[in-house]
């Protein structure tokens, strides 16, 4: 699944952004890596769609991506499993395993490429959703850059025409459950540790779809189970590569190359199952990349206004010492 859902995309569950971000090249290879892995989960994602319920296939997925986590978070110590806010820890999980099935069923119906580039809004409706959640104050500039994502949302689906597919709503719900839980991640970024929003994530989304699966359950071959297996250990393998990469390299630095899993899902869509993206997907993508690429400019220009406001309020105060 793309960027912005599920435990398969989007930035990294509580990832210390630019941490040592002293190797941009091996940030930006580590990202390409990332989302060509993605790109190759979502395929095998949807090709199962046709003999698994959704339910089922992000069940076999979050078993891997539960013992990848489970192990992380042992890993990092036993205080890395009990969190300090578990009710918002609980949300998270929900929202996260929420996308990662809305997902699933919205590329059921659709296209890759089209449920890719519906699943890009996801950090226009973090501006959005930044302002109950968190305080922040979003100025006039983010406002249309987020209008004009969502206008990109609704060339791509196209309601009232022809063209449309109610499985887009599947998209944009997914990537408002992803939206959500990036926002609940910046919340709890003081008091949390990676690991610990990792296992919760992983935790929560397990119990949901195992309380669900025996409402759905269909026993799969053997080849189904493994392709089944393969979606998991790529998508807990893309969220780890994303962790690395923003290990290396700044989010800013690396947020123009998360799209290019649009180039991949279309490639993968063509190859897979015969079908390219039309004309106005594309006109669609290149607006909602834009959007996204320009909100990313503004949330870096704010960021570094207010470290230069902190700076300079530390001499101010140290003048007046003197």
Aim: proline letters at 6%; glycine letters at 10%; one cysteine or more.
């Amino acid at each position: 699944m793309p960027k912005g859902h599920g435990p398969t995309h989007g930035p990294p569950y509580g990832a210390s952004y630019g941490l040592g971000a002293d190797n941009p090249l091996r940030g930006i290879v580590l990202s390409l890596l990332a989302t060509t892995v993605f790109a190759a989960s979502d395929t095998i994602a949807k090709f199962l769609t046709a003999s698994l319920p959704v339910i089922e296939i992000a069940w076999i997925r979050y078993v891997v991506f539960m013992i990848f986590c489970g192990w992380l978070a042992w890993s990092a110590g036993p205080r890395a499993l009990w969190p300090r806010s578990p009710t918002l820890q609980v949300v998270r999980g929900l929202c996260v395993v929420g996308s990662a099935v809305l997902f699933v069923l919205g590329i059921r119906s659709m296209q890759i490429a089209q449920a890719s580039t519906i699943s890009f809004i996801s950090p226009l409706l973090i501006t959005v959703l930044s302002i109950p959640v968190l305080g922040e104050v979003v100025g006039l500039r983010r406002w249309a850059a987020t209008a004009a994502g969502m206008l990109g949302v609704v060339i791509v689906a196209r309601p009232g025409t022809g063209g449309f597919q109610p499985a887009a709503l599947f998209g944009v719900a997914s990537s408002a459950c992803w939206a959500l839980a990036l926002v609940i991640t910046r919340k709890m970024a003081a008091t949390e540790r990676s690991a610990t929003t990792l296992f919760w994530s992983a935790g929560v989304g397990f119990v949901v779809l195992t309380v669900l699966l025996p409402f759905v359950f269909v026993r799969p071959s053997v080849p189904h189970l493994l392709l089944a297996l393969v979606v998991g250990v790529a998508s807990s393998a893309g969220q780890w590569l994303t962790v690395l990469a923003h290990r290396w390299a700044p989010a800013s630095v690396l947020a123009p190359f998360s799209y290019s899993q649009l180039i991949w899902a279309t490639l993968a869509g063509w190859l897979v199952f015969n079908n390219l993206p039309d004309e106005w997907t594309l006109v669609g993508a290149a607006i909602i990349i834009a959007s996204g690429l320009y909100t990313v400019h503004r949330e870096r220009v704010g960021a570094r206004g207010a470290r230069l406001r902190a700076r300079a309020a530390v001499v101010d105060a140290a003048g007046r010492r003197m």
